[in-house]
C-alpha cells in the first residue's frame, strides 16, 4: 500500500495520535512508522475498537450439565477396547502433538519463555521442555515410532525456544520430528480507539491467545506438513502442564467410537466455588462458561448424585482430527478483551508509563472452537494424575504444588511396575 493511502487510512480510523506524531519525527522515523503501518489490518482494527464498547453477555438460562465419560464407570474390556482403537492410530503414524509454548514466565517471576523454566523434581530437576520429550519419548518407545511434535512459539520468544532447544539438544529427540510455528499478533487498542507506538517507534502488540493456534498452524502451513505426513489426529496442550497426557489413546479411542472430530479431558472441580471454567451445553452446542459468569445457584447445584451439576472443567486437554483443524482455521473465533496498563508514545515522542490500565489486549480461545461442532467426546480426567500446571510463584498451581503432583505421580508409576 503506498505511504498516501496509508496516511488517508490512518485518517479514516481517527488514528490522530499517530498521525501527530508522523508529523513530528525525523524522515528516518517516519519511514519506520511507515513500515510498520503496512501490517495493520485497518478492517480488522474497527472490529477491535467496535469489541471494546460492547458488553459480553452470557445467557446462562439456557445452560445445561455436559455428560462425560469417567473412566472408573466402564469395564476393563471397554477401556481396553478404545484404547485398542487409539493405538492402532500411532502405531500407524496418524497421530501428532502441539505444544502451546508462546508465552513468558512473568507470573512465575521468571524472565524467559515458560518452557525453558526449570522445576526442582526428584531425582534430577528438569526444564518444562524436557518434561514434554520425556512424555513423547516412553510413547515413542512403547508403539515404536517417533511422534511429531510441532511447538507454537510467538514473536516475542521464538528465538529464544530455538536456541535454548538447540542449546539442549532437543533433549534427545529426533530433530527432523520437531516443528516450530509463531501464533500471531493483535495491535493493542486505547479506549478510544488508538493504537500504540513504544519507544522504538513500533506499534505494540499482542500475542493473539491460544485460539489463534488454527489458523496459525494455517498460515504457517504446518496443517499442509500433518496431512502430508498422512496425520489424522492431532493432541493440542499447554506447557504449563507437567501431567499432561499428551499421547492419549483412551481419549482417541472414545472420540474415533463416538463419532466425534474434538474430544478433552475433562478435570471435574474440587469444589463448587474453584475459580475454573465449566463445561455445558448451550443452544446444543458445547461452551466453556467462566466461573466468574456463572449465578451462584448454578455454581452450587448437585445432581440426584450429590455431583456439582457444572463441574466438568475445561483444562487445556484437548484432541482434534485434522479435518476439525481443518474447518477451525477457515472460521472467525471470538475476540475476548483483557484491561491492561502499556506504556506508549503521545503526540510529542514522549514516553508516558500509564498508573492505570490504558489499553486493551485481545485473544481467541481455543474452546470457542466447540461451538463449530455437533458433539464432542469428554473423558474425565483425575487432578493427581492429568493436571498439574506450574503458573503462579507461590501457592496454588506453582512449582510447589506441581513437583509433588509430579513426584507422587511417577512414585506410583514405579510401584505399579514393581
Given at each position: 500500500m503506498k505511504e498516501e493511502n496509508l496516511i488517508e487510512n490512518l485518517k479514516i480510523y481517527g488514528q490522530t495520535r499517530t498521525l501527530k506524531i508522523l508529523e513530528n519525527v525525523d524522515k528516518e522515523t517516519r519511514k519506520k512508522i511507515i513500515e510498520e503501518l503496512h501490517d495493520i489490518n485497518f478492517i480488522q482494527l474497527k472490529?477491535?475498537?467496535?469489541?471494546?464498547?460492547?458488553?459480553?453477555?452470557?445467557?446462562?438460562?439456557?445452560?445445561?450439565?455436559i455428560k462425560s465419560l469417567n473412566p472408573d464407570k466402564i469395564t476393563k474390556e471397554e477401556k481396553e477396547m478404545y484404547e485398542n482403537v487409539g493405538a492402532d492410530i500411532l502405531r500407524n503414524n496418524k497421530f501428532a502433538v502441539v505444544t502451546m509454548s508462546g508465552g513468558?514466565?512473568?507470573?512465575?517471576?521468571?524472565?524467559?519463555?515458560?518452557?525453558?523454566?526449570?522445576?526442582d523434581v526428584e531425582p534430577q530437576a528438569k526444564y518444562l521442555f524436557?518434561?514434554?520429550?520425556?512424555?513423547?519419548?516412553?510413547?515413542?518407545?512403547?508403539?515404536?515410532?517417533?511422534?511429531?511434535?510441532?511447538?507454537?512459539?510467538?514473536?516475542?520468544?521464538?528465538?529464544?525456544?530455538?536456541?535454548?532447544?538447540?542449546?539442549?539438544?532437543?533433549?534427545?529427540?529426533?530433530?527432523?520430528?520437531?516443528?516450530?510455528?509463531?501464533?500471531?499478533?493483535?495491535?493493542?487498542?486505547?479506549?478510544?480507539?488508538?493504537?500504540?507506538?513504544?519507544?522504538?517507534y513500533n506499534i505494540k502488540k499482542a500475542s493473539d491467545g491460544n485460539g489463534s493456534i488454527f489458523k496459525s498452524m494455517y498460515i504457517k502451513g504446518v496443517l499442509e506438513d500433518m496431512k502430508t505426513k498422512g496425520i489424522e489426529w492431532v493432541y493440542i496442550g499447554s506447557i504449563?502442564?507437567?501431567?499432561?497426557?499428551?499421547?492419549?489413546?483412551?481419549?482417541?479411542?472414545?472420540?474415533?467410537?463416538?463419532?466425534?472430530?474434538?474430544?478433552?479431558?475433562?478435570?471435574?472441580?474440587?469444589?463448587?466455588?474453584?475459580?475454573?471454567?465449566?463445561?455445558?451445553?448451550?443452544?446444543?452446542?458445547?461452551?466453556?462458561?467462566?466461573?466468574?459468569?456463572?449465578?451462584?445457584?448454578?455454581?452450587?447445584?448437585?445432581?440426584?448424585?450429590?455431583?456439582?451439576?457444572?463441574?466438568?472443567?475445561?483444562?487445556?486437554?484437548?484432541?482434534?482430527?485434522?479435518?476439525?483443524?481443518?474447518?477451525?482455521?477457515l472460521q472467525n473465533l471470538q475476540y475476548h478483551k483483557a484491561h491492561k496498563k502499556y506504556s506508549y508514545l503521545d503526540e510529542n515522542g514522549k514516553l508516558v508509563e500509564p498508573e492505570e490500565p490504558n489499553a486493551y489486549k485481545f485473544e481467541y480461545f481455543i474452546f470457542d472452537s466447540f461451538e463449530f461442532f455437533n458433539q464432542i467426546s469428554i473423558v474425565r480426567g483425575k487432578r493427581e494424575e492429568d493436571f498439574a500446571p506450574v503458573k503462579n510463584k507461590e501457592g496454588v498451581d506453582s512449582p510447589r504444588t506441581a513437583k509433588e503432583l509430579y513426584e507422587k505421580f511417577y512414585a506410583k508409576q514405579v510401584v505399579t511396575k514393581l
Open positions: 472490529e477491535l475498537y467496535n469489541n471494546i464498547k460492547e458488553e459480553a453477555e452470557v445467557n446462562v438460562g439456557e445452560l445445561k450439565p513468558q514466565g512473568t507470573r512465575l517471576g521468571y524472565k524467559g519463555p515458560k518452557g525453558t523454566f526449570k522445576i524436557e518434561i514434554i520429550v520425556d512424555t513423547l519419548q516412553r510413547a515413542n518407545k512403547k508403539y515404536n515410532v517417533t511422534i511429531p511434535w510441532y511447538i507454537m512459539t510467538s514473536n516475542e520468544n521464538n528465538d529464544e525456544i530455538v536456541k535454548f532447544m538447540e542449546e539442549h539438544n532437543y533433549f534427545g529427540y529426533d530433530k527432523e520430528y520437531i516443528g516450530f510455528f509463531e501464533q500471531g499478533e493483535l495491535p493493542l487498542i486505547t479506549e478510544d480507539g488508538q493504537i500504540l507506538l513504544d519507544e522504538n504449563d502442564n507437567v501431567l499432561l497426557k499428551m499421547v492419549d489413546t483412551l481419549l482417541m479411542g472414545v472420540a474415533i467410537k463416538e463419532g466425534s472430530e474434538i474430544a478433552t479431558r475433562s478435570i471435574f472441580k474440587n469444589c463448587p466455588t474453584e475459580r475454573i471454567g465449566s463445561l455445558c451445553i448451550q443452544d446444543g452446542k458445547v461452551k466453556v462458561i467462566e466461573y466468574s459468569e456463572l449465578p451462584q445457584d448454578m455454581i452450587e447445584a448437585k445432581d440426584e448424585d450429590g455431583e456439582i451439576l457444572f463441574g466438568e472443567s475445561h483444562v487445556m486437554c484437548n484432541l482434534f482430527s485434522i479435518k476439525a483443524l481443518e474447518k477451525i482455521s
